[in-house]
C-alpha cells in the first residue's frame, strides 16, 4: 500500500475515534442530565451539517486550473478521426443529429454513421454515456 493511502487511512480512523468519544462523552453528560436534550440535539445537527459540508466539498468537482488540451494519444488509440472529433463536440453541445448535419454541412445519414462510429469506439450505448467516456479520457472539455 502507498504510504499516502495509510496514512490517509490512519487519519480517517483517528477522526472516527475522535468522533466516538465525542459523543459517548455527550452520552455520558446526557445521562447525568448535565445538559437539556435541546443542546444535544443541536450538538448532532451541527456534526452532521459539518459532515455534509465537508463531504460536498471534497465530492465537487473542481474546475481546471490548466487550459483543456485533448488528448490526442487517447483519440489516436480510438482511432477517431477529426471529422468523428467535431461529431463529439457537437454531441456535447446536446445538438440533435439534424442541427450536426448543418453545422457540418453533412447529410443526417452521415452524422448517424459518425455516432454509431463514435459508439464503437468508445464503447457506449447511448450519446450521455459517449460524452462521459470521452470526458473523462480528456477527449472533451
Known amino acids: 500500500m502507498k504510504q499516502a493511502m495509510k496514512r490517509t487511512i490512519i487519519a480517517y480512523g483517528l477522526a472516527l475515534a475522535l468522533l466516538t468519544l465525542l459523543v459517548e462523552w455527550m452520552d455520558w ?7 437539556s436534550t435541546s443542546f444535544y440535539v443541536l ?13 460536498g466539498n471534497r465530492l465537487t468537482p ?31 453541445e446536446g445538438c440533435p443529429n439534424k442541427v450536426i448535419a448543418r453545422r457540418l454541412a453533412i447529410s443526417p445519414n452521415t452524422v448517424k454513421t459518425h ?23 480528456d477527449i472533451l472539455p
Do not use: M, Y
Request: hydrophobic share 55%.
Open 29 to 35: 453528560r446526557h445521562a447525568t442530565r448535565d445538559w
Open 62 to 92: 473542481r474546475p481546471r486550473t490548466l487550459p483543456f488540451a485533448r488528448n490526442q494519444a487517447a483519440i489516436a488509440s480510438l482511432a477517431i478521426s477529426t471529422r468523428e472529433v467535431e461529431v463529439l463536440d457537437l454531441l456535447a
Open 43 to 55: 450538538c448532532v445537527a451541527l456534526l452532521f451539517a459539518a459532515l455534509g459540508i465537508w463531504l
Open 115 to 137: 455516432v454509431a462510429r463514435l459508439f464503437e469506439k468508445l464503447e457506449a450505448t447511448n450519446r450521455t454515456e459517449a460524452i462521459a467516456k470521452a470526458r473523462a479520457l
